[in-house]
């Protein structure tokens, strides 16, 4: 028990793209003590939740309750009673079909303080992401939001079929699927126009988005044929119609492309960000993690060390980060390397050094240890002193070529790159159920330890049909030892270059 007040976040976590979560939301998941979301939520949003959070799921597909719907509001109130802030996830927004208003009355009930942070909900967004506006001038004047789950044959049902028939409102229905062909039946038998436009959008908002279009007379067999299940939205009326010119979302170049992301999790945010803006669908499964040299005592002393030095060069931005980490660790600071030349080996280690206020004298022209040769080569390197602070296993290529100039290498370990195996069975399971559409390789090490997670299994047969992607020649070089041939090389050896090189490469299919 704390003397905190506790208070419950009836937070609308939007439809699905994390992309449409509130700042309001975003601050309470942060300074949560609990988070609880349920399957509409999207689970990234979990990111936002601070370590020592606790994270409840509390389920929620159709009929398969996890918690009842008794048991979760009296989770909220026994969280809160303890003093905790407790971040209620919901999709959409919680007082649209969200049972958000039950929640916030048994709060009050039980004296718990709440705050409602409204939400993106799906009955707007689904069709927004799917070219459907709500509203239209020449189309409609009014929208109604309606439940499709009430079995319409109930005898005191509250459905006015009538009204819904005879207006020419946007019907939107929630939770209607399995309902469509009674939320049909009974429009037309109401009046309405057996040729009205409908059209239902599934996991709208996501990379999943799946969207149908009909008219009452035939959606039911569209819907059918296309295997459509919930959660969907149900749009009917005649702005369904205006997606034919107004469809964006699912126009996206990489649209519903399923892509497994291999480096590091603290690396991969700017790539996964990138290619969902296109429209992927990205699955995180680092393969490598970038850990502090164990043995810390080399750099420490080369550092101690700066004023023999002539040259540092920096071939990664882990070498970067590493290397200021352990600077500043000892208690100095960008002043000790004012009298050094730096060297960097590509344009993002380049601006990671920028960072730190100071410009690389070197870049070179292509983004690989042989450039950075090709660079010095130039220069009379004679006795001239480089410090290289970089990954404990690392391609020998740059020190042996120095050497040859007549230069003085002193090659530190700055970080180690470590397996990681934690999404070994998701990437075992996607592979084998062939639910992967591209492979992206940012390093060699990536390929290397893909390969370790899948074991003895034949990489070959599960990377069949799957596009691989490589960051450039080096790592695809790696791929090919492995008996696997990139399908995508980038050109410019970034991620930006990788990017390009999915894009041309759907652009042509
Ligand atoms: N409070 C939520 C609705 C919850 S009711 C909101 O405001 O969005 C659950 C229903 O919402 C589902 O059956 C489905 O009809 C709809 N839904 C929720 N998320 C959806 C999504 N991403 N795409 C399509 N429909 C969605």
Redesign the pocket.
Known sequence: MTDKTGVVHLIGAG??DPGLLTIRAKECIESADVVVYDY?ASPFLLKYARREAEIIYVGKKGGDHTLTQDKINLLLVDKAKQGLSVARL?????F???RGGEEAQLLLEHGVQYEVIP?V???IS?PAYAGIPVTHRDHTSFVSFITGHENPDKKDSSMQWDIFAKSNATLVF???VKNLGNIVKNLMANGKPSDTPVAL??????SRQQTVTGTLDTIVDVVKKAGLK????IVVGHVVSLRQELAWFDKKPLFGKRIVITRARAQASGLVSQLTRLGAHCLEIPTIQIIPSEDTAPLETAIDHLNNYDWLVLTSVNGVKFFFDTLFGMGKDVRALGHLKFACIGPVTKERLADYGIVSDILPETYRAESVVDAFSSMDMQGKKILLPRAKVARTILPEELNKMGAVVDEVTAYETILCDGGKETLISLLTDKKIDAVTFTSSSTVANFMSLLESRDAAKLLKGVTVASIGPITSDTARSFGIEPDIEANLYTIDGLLDGLLTYYGQQ
Do not use: H, Q
């Not at 919901?90 to 919680?94: A, F, N, S, T």
């Not at 919930?230 to 939205?233: G, K, L, Y």
């Open positions: 439809p699905g509409l919901k999709g959409g927004d919680p649209v079909f969200g939400g909900t799906s009955a689904a929630l939770m209607g959008v599934r996991w709208g908002t996501t919930s959660p969907a939205i």
